[in-house]
């Protein structure tokens, strides 16, 4: 597949998480967060490999790749998300947003670190723009007087968690499909996310008796939309063009969650914010290289004339 229509894949992909970031929001108003994650993230599964089987792609993993599947099951799905739920409860919604805006530039610098991607100068300087657009769009002009508490420390420790599954992905992609690999990962993790989430705190799964209608269909729609079919195509992605490139685009995950908030919740957008959206939107295209693709296809014209 040519990799612009990866790009538009991987942008259809960010716009469903960005609208999730507004369900979630809505979601956690009624669900525990622990609770709902792990049903949420099974149902997901489900979906992922239900599909897998109508399409008969669906196999057992051979003795070798099971020991892959569940490695990135409990780095991209258990301790993310469990280091993600605890982390944002101990610190402010400011920080929790900056730190996640770092997850396209560690996922790099681990790729580069061990051997994934090789990056110019360029491409590096569009994490970075990049990252700074999240902060700014995130900060909204606030300050950070707080960083580096605890609540900080764990969110930091669940990107860097989910960074190292991505490269796992892409290791292991040779061998087994990329969806199947997504299927396995959700339904194991989901599974280990219940179990915890049972024995932690088992009262909260009464909350999913008796809640509007409205919230069962919010909740379906973002396990089947932005889960399943969210995280099989950003994993595709990660097989096909690589680790690093794919995990700039989570910084579109800010500006469609900023428009989303906006439209949805009437939550109003700052000037700082439209700032940091065109640094996000710069960024990526430095970062994935569009911008050198253009300048030296411009060179190439000026020579032929």
């Not at 057992?60 to 280091?83: F, N, Y």
């Not at 400011?94 to 560690?106: A, E, K």
Request: with cysteine; glycine share 10%.
């Amino acid at each position: 597949m040519k990799k612009m229509k990866i790009y538009l894949l991987l942008l259809l992909v960010m716009l469903f998480w960005g609208l999730n970031l507004v369900a979630l929001k809505l979601l956690v108003t009624y669900f525990s967060p622990l609770a709902m994650t792990g049903i949420r993230i099974f149902l997901a599964s489900i979906t992922v490999l239900l599909i897998l089987a109508l399409f008969k792609k669906l196999r057992m993993p051979k003795r070798g790749e099971w020991k892959w599947i569940m490695i990135a099951s409990l780095l991209g799905v258990v301790i993310h998300h469990l280091l993600l739920s605890v982390g944002l409860s101990k610190t402010s919604a400011v920080n929790g947003g900056v730190i996640l805006g770092f997850s396209p530039l560690i996922t790099a610098i681990l790729a580069l670190l061990f051997g994934f991607n090789r990056f110019k100068l360029v491409s590096f300087f569009g994490f970075i723009l990049g990252t700074f657009g999240v902060t700014l769009a995130v900060m909204n002009g606030g300050d950070m007087s707080s960083f580096l508490s605890f609540g900080d420390l764990m969110v930091f420790l669940s990107i860097t968690s989910q960074a190292f599954s991505f490269l796992i992905i892409r290791k292991v992609s040779a061998t087994i499909d990329s969806r199947l690999l997504t299927g396995y990962m959700l339904f194991i993790g989901s599974l280990m996310l219940l179990v915890m989430g049972l024995i932690a705190e088992p009262r909260e799964f009464l909350d999913f008796v008796g809640a509007p209608f409205e919230m069962y269909a919010l909740l379906l729609a973002s396990a089947i939309v932005a889960t399943a079919i969210g995280h099989s195509i950003y994993n595709f992605a990660i097989a096909q063009i690589g680790a690093a490139e794919t995990a700039i685009f989570g910084n579109f995950n800010t500006v469609f969650g900023l428009l989303g908030s906006a439209i949805l919740l009437k939550e109003q957008i700052t000037g700082i914010q439209i700032l940091g959206c065109i640094a996000i939107i710069i960024g990526v295209l430095f970062g994935t290289g569009a911008v050198e693709e253009l300048v030296s296809k411009h060179r190439k014209k000026k020579i032929k004339r």
